[in-house]
DNA sequence: GTTCTAGAAC
DNA sequence: GTTCTAGAAC
């Protein structure tokens, strides 16, 4: 079968039927939805219901399938009205799509979990209670178990409903679907939908789940050793299990003995505590380095008490190992002054290493007293869990940072190989140094508590600061597409830009810029001293290029030969001259060797020693007009050729060829030159910025901001009309090849988009 | 930036 | 088996 045929030609191609898959558990709608969109809809549809089936009986997959076999035969849409939760128990029903000829969408009906038990109860209400809990326990256990369909199980659309809201539209969207319309292909509704940052965060869970979820069944009852409020969970009741994969099919029905009602309520327990993003930690500074114990506690129930205040959902829990911890006993004090949320932070008295298999608390991270150098060893907290995690974390906490200086933390992902991932859940270590009071130990402040207290403030901000920002990179926290790890609001004066730029990313993976010199650096490591006699690199430590001088930023980038080409031009055009469109005292225009659409040319600065945006100030203000007026004269010739053409004007982030080029580029992407996830979204992402922003921000603040983070890169792939995601590039490519949706919003605005004159584009809507 | 390719995903 | 991605080399 060849997709790609599919997607080229289901938007010309007319009167194709539908084969619509519902996906939902009992009591989600899915019979409504059919019934609601065949009392309106002009195109001819027939309801599989397996339930029904049967001489008004449940009947079997195989009637299912024949029945809406013959029902496509004859050119009807169909309704597949069966749970569909199971991967393998729709792909049978995906196959009768067969060729071209039948679009195969997907509508998944995926609400609460509550509301569909309530419907199921309601349905089944006249047989008295026991059915009510029996419907209870088989939804509770079929969405424990459902698998969400994904566009390349060999879906063209699908649709995520996932409230009542979003229902509606789906119902409004099929009912005025006319026999000769058809829907745009693709993936759409989906919450969370950015990125490999949370695909890569729900990969990372989902292996968590696998042995913990074991565990919670198994030993569902392990003493909880501390006053940790979860069992009488007030969220509990709200959430939602989010599990996935298999459901063993069947019916609403049928499907009673198992899981009882009991296991069933105390399992959806466990999985919504498990869903609170926790941060743990020891207190800081005040073991080993022997800072004042009543000091440190009035430090951690203030600001504790000014993030608890932030974070809607999610639990801050201060560890000790002892019943009789000093410490523990003090902020318990204070806190109970204090109108904090017992919610949002209690104490818990535990080995923070085993927070979930003896103590029965899921934490997705945790905090380590670490020293200066991230180094394991040296005995309390920073030995337990670098012990606890193995080589791994070592390892991954290397290719982060380098070192922390005191009032800092640094945020590492925990490798999936480690035991505290495998058997305690925790997705995250944060690394937090304080300030040291203990003269045997680096970096003694000699009892300065007025640079003490001031320190470790820092360091309770910077941790649980780092804890946000690894909420925000989870399902269900939306983070903006263009948003990198900012931090807004919070503002620590005490860290400077690098530290806090340096310290506070999230990237689960490689960053590669700073890898590739990080490990060159190390080698001649020579670093600087901080305000606290502290060394620790600093990027003025980067390897100098020869030729000009360089902002600190774009010194961070070393060129490789193959990037030198633009340079080369630029520095002199007249040796290039047959490739160059044209030539001026300031810039050249050229071709793009490797095209990424129909028409794409680079706008080239001619200025030395201006590689990148980040090299770009104020004084270069007359050079990107210019860049930006040379620009849109070619982007007019253009138009001029061919109007139904749009052209975008931007820099990359973080180019890859050096000297600073504007990209011109046709927005229809239609090129054998661009394959691949990086080259779409370095057009597509917030990673591209377009040029009247870039003017804007130079000539306002004299730098632009740079969105160069890699994750950008590496995200889902989406139509950057409709917004849908697609699986792949060829699937993308053939998507937007018959993508008609307006552009975003954002898009129209401020010229970002450079539509032919009087072209009124977007006619659709 | 591209090319090449191993191996993952289908 | 083929398709697709992602990492290394250039």
């Not at 009912?175 to 949370?198: A, E, M, R, V």
């Not at 029905?253 to 020891?282: M, R, W, Y």
């Not at 207190?283 to 080993?288: E, H």
Request: hydrophobic share 35%.
């Amino acid at each position: 079968m060849d997709i790609m045929d599919v997607d080229e030609t289901s938007a010309p191609r007319e009167g194709k039927p539908v084969l619509v898959i519902l996906v939902g558990a009992p009591g989600s709608g899915k019979s409504t939805f059919g019934e609601e969109v065949m009392r309106s809809s002009t195109r001819p549809w027939v309801r599989v219901c397996q339930d029904t089936i049967g001489n008004g009986k449940a009947g079997t997959k195989a009637q299912c399938l024949s029945s809406a076999t013959s029902a496509l035969k004859d050119g009807k849409s169909v309704f597949i009205d069966r749970c569909n939760l199971d991967r393998e128990q729709r792909s049978e029903f995906i196959k009768l799509g067969g060729g071209p000829q039948i679009d195969v969408h997907a509508v998944v009906l995926d609400l609460p979990a509550k509301l569909c038990i309530s419907r199921s109860v309601k349905r089944t209400g006249h047989e008295g209670n026991l059915q009510g809990g029996k419907a209870a326990a088989v939804v509770n256990r079929m969405l424990q178990h459902k698998e969400l369909p994904k566009l390349s199980e060999g879906f063209n659309r699908i649709t995520f409903c996932q409230n009542v809201d979003d229902v509606k539209n789906a119902i409004s969207t099929y009912s005025t679907l006319g026999p000769l319309d058809s829907l745009p292909h693709g993936c759409f509704g989906q919450k969370n939908p950015d990125s490999k940052i949370q695909v890569g965060i729900m990969k990372f869970l989902k292996k968590a789940e696998v042995p913990l979820a074991a565990a919670s069944t198994k030993s569902d009852i392990e003493e909880p050793t501390s006053q940790t409020p979860g069992k009488n969970n007030s969220y509990c009741k709200e959430k939602e299990t989010l599990a996935s994969i298999p459901e063993n099919a069947n019916l609403e029905t049928k499907e009673v003995e198992g899981q009882a009602v009991g296991s069933a309520g105390s399992h959806d327990n466990q999985v919504c505590l498990n869903d609170i993003p926790t941060l743990a930690f020891p207190s800081i500074s005040t073991s080993d380095f022997q800072f004042n114990l009543e000091k440190a506690a009035d430090i951690i129930v203030a600001k504790v008490a000014e993030f608890s205040s932030k974070f809607s959902n999610a639990r801050l829990v201060l560890v000790d190992l002892s019943h009789k911890s000093k410490i523990l006993s003090l902020v318990k004090a204070k806190v109970a002054e204090k109108n904090i949320d017992t919610q949002k932070f209690f104490t818990h008295v535990g080995d923070i290493t085993h927070l979930y298999s003896r103590g029965g608390l899921r934490c997705n991270a945790i905090a380590n007293a670490a020293n200066w150098r991230l180094k394991p060893g040296g005995g309390g907290v920073n030995a337990a869990i670098f012990n606890a995690a193995g080589p791994e974390l070592e390892s991954a906490t290397k290719e982060k940072v380098k070192s922390l200086s005191p009032g800092n933390a640094a945020v590492v992902p925990i490798p999936s190989s480690s035991h505290l991932f495998t058997r305690e859940g925790v997705t995250h270590v944060i690394h937090v140094l304080g300030p040291n009071m203990n003269p045997q130990r680096p970096n003694c402040l000699n009892n300065d508590y007025n640079k003490g207290c001031k320190i470790l403030q820092d360091a309770y901000t910077s941790l649980f600061e780092g804890f946000a920002s690894i909420m925000k990179n989870q399902p269900g926290q939306q983070v903006g597409r263009s948003e990198k790890l900012e931090r807004k609001s919070l503002d620590v004066p005490v860290r400077s830009d690098y530290s806090s730029r340096k310290y506070f990313t999230n990237t689960d993976q490689k960053s590669k810029r700073d890898d590739d010199h990080g490990s060159e650096k190390s080698k001649k490591y020579k670093g600087t001293q901080d305000g606290l006699g502290l060394t620790f690199p600093d990027s003025k430590d980067e390897k100098v290029d020869s030729e000009h001088r360089r902002t600190e930023r774009s010194m961070s980038k070393a060129w490789g030969s193959w990037a030198q080409a633009l340079h080369q031009i630029a520095m002199h055009p007249e040796k290039h001259k047959g490739d160059l469109l044209e030539i001026s005292e300031d810039v050249v225009v050229l071709n793009d060797m490797y095209p990424k659409a129909r028409k794409h040319v680079l706008v080239l600065a001619r200025t030395g020693g201006l590689d990148c945006l980040a090299d770009v100030q104020k004084e270069h203000t007359q050079l990107l007009n210019k860049m930006h007026d040379v620009g849109l004269k070619w982007a007019d010739k253009f138009l001029n050729e061919n109007a139904s053409l749009v052209f975008r004007l931007g820099y990359h982030s973080a180019p890859s060829m050096r000297q600073l080029h504007l990209h011109v580029i046709s927005q229809d992407f239609e090129s054998t030159h661009l394959k691949n996830k990086k080259h779409w979204n370095s057009f597509n992402t917030a990673f591209f910025r377009d040029s009247v922003d870039v003017m804007d921000e130079i000539s306002s603040v004299g730098k632009a901001a740079l969105k160069d983070d890699d994750k950008l890169l590496s995200m889902e792939l989406r139509c950057h009309r409709c917004r849908s995601a697609h699986p792949n590039i060829p699937r993308l490519k053939s998507h937007i090849g018959s993508c008609q949706s307006p552009y975003p919003t954002h898009l129209l605005q401020n010229g970002r988009l450079v539509p032919a004159p009087g072209e009124p584009r977007n006619s659709v809507q």
